[in-house]
C-alpha cells in the first residue's frame, strides 16, 4: 500500500462542491469527502482505520461491488450506457479510497441518530472524567 497525506483544500479550491441544485447522493457524497479532508486537517493519517456511515446503500454498494472500476473502464457510462452522475466526486472518492483505509457503511437514518446521540453522551462522560479525574 502506497504512504500518501490527504490532499487538503483551501475555502476558495471548494468552488465545485457548490450546494445549489444538488441532489441528495451528490450532497452524500460531498459530506464524506468533506469528512475525509477535515480529518487530514487535524492529523488523520492514510494509515488510520476510518469507518464513515452513509445513509445512502448507493456509495458502499459503489465501492464493495466495484461499479466505480466498472464505470472508469466503462468511460463513465453505466451498464445501461447513461453517464454517470456525480463522477467529479466518485473519482476523488475512488482516489482518496485508493491510498487510505477508510470503509464505507451503510447505516438506516435511525441507526445514525442513535449513534450520534450515544457518541454525544460519550463525549460528556469522557469530558466529566477528564474535569474530576474519575480514573485517577
Known sequence: ???HSFPTRR???LR???TENCTNNRLE???ILMLIKELASIGYSPSDKLMVYTTLKMIPDAIEKHWIRKWCSNGWKTNDGTLVKNKDLWEELDNLLS???I???FEKKNQ???MKRMAKNNRKKLKMEKIFDING
Do not use: A, E, Y
Request: glycine fraction near 4%.
Open 99 to 101: 491510498f487510505s483505509d
Open 103 to 105: 470503509t464505507i457503511l
Open 1 to 3: 500500500r502506497r504512504r
Open 16 to 18: 465545485h462542491l457548490s
Open 29 to 31: 457524497l460531498m459530506g
Open 11 to 13: 475555502s476558495s479550491d
Open 112 to 114: 445514525i441518530k442513535l
